[in-house]
């Protein structure tokens, strides 16, 4: 994977954690505005999750980052989007769109945090659907509770 910076959100969090990963999925997006994207088609995502914390676990992690890229990549590597439960051909706000999945997988992965001592946040999904396009979610602060 090609080193990139980011853009960072703020925050005033003792730890800040990075995790780079890349998966490869197909997606349609079936709403008549979508253009070409209304057929079956592939992307290799390339994603980057921030996750900030002021308490580490027993292991002495924010959070592990094999968690967040197994998290991920085992549900969505090498599969249809459009085919998860996670997304819906009749509610736009569930269309496999590259915001959509930058959302959703955030909701994985905060799902998921929500479960340990700690608590730590995801802050933030960077998902880079081709060389030249990408989305960044960023939850508000009532997405936490």
């Known amino acids: 994977m090609m080193q990139q910076i980011y853009p960072a959100p703020t925050h005033g969090f003792r730890y800040e954690l990075n995790k780079d990963f890349q998966f490869a999925a197909a997606h349609y997006v079936p709403h008549d505005e979508a253009g070409a994207c209304r ?3 592939g ?6 999750v921030t996750v900030a914390g002021d308490e580490l676990n027993e292991s002495g992690f924010l959070t592990n980052f094999q968690l967040i890229k197994t998290l ?10 459009n085919d998860d439960m996670l997304f819906s051909e009749d509610i736009s706000e569930r269309y496999p769109t590259t915001e959509v999945v930058a959302r959703v997988i955030w909701e994985v992965i905060q799902k998921e945090l929500n479960e340990t001592p700690n608590k730590p946040k995801c802050l933030q999904v960077y998902l880079r659907e081709t060389p030249t396009s990408y989305v ?3 939850p508000k602060q009532e997405d936490f509770s």
């Open 72 to 81: 991920i990549h085992k549900r969505f590597d090498h599969t249809v989007l």
């Open 43 to 48: 992307h290799t995502y390339f994603a980057n």
């Open 136 to 138: 960044i979610y960023r």
């Open 39 to 41: 057929k079956l088609h």
